[in-house]
């Protein structure tokens, strides 16, 4: 089992930048992969980026590319997402997401929020025109 909590939320304005946190807990953190999702009312749970469980290898969805950057900190049991230039679009409610998949097989599905066993409860980012 993994616990998740996010946290980081909040409202900002357009051109702002935010840092959100997932602190893990409940199994070796490092051998687990972590994403981040989000959903925006009215519309389906979308794809962020993702990290593997040693950092070494990241994923973003096209939305993400040039302005969120995710990481991870191992000895914390934390994964970050920093995001930068956002905008009124990028407000959602934000998902953390873990995977016990090893990355080379995670990578096939690595967009679909089945792939992905574990969840926290989110935390919404809004952001202003």
């Known amino acids: 089992q993994v616990q998740l909590v996010e946290s980081g939320g909040g409202l900002v304005q357009a051109g702002g930048s935010l840092r959100l946190s997932c602190a893990a807990s409940?199994?070796?953190?490092?051998?687990?992969?972590m994403a981040w999702f989000r959903q925006a009312p009215g519309k389906e749970r979308e794809f962020v980026s993702a990290i593997s469980g040693n950092g070494g290898s990241v994923y973003h969805a096209d939305s993400a590319k040039g302005r969120f950057t995710i990481s991870r900190d191992n000895a914390k049991n934390t994964v970050y997402v920093q995001m930068n230039n956002l905008k009124p679009e990028d407000t959602a409610v934000y998902y953390c997401a873990a995977s016990s998949t090893p990355w080379p097989f995670l990578k096939l599905t690595i967009m679909t929020s089945s792939t992905y066993g574990y969840w926290g409860q989110g935390t919404q980012v809004t952001v202003s025109s």
């Open positions: 409940g199994r070796t953190f490092s051998s687990i992969a």
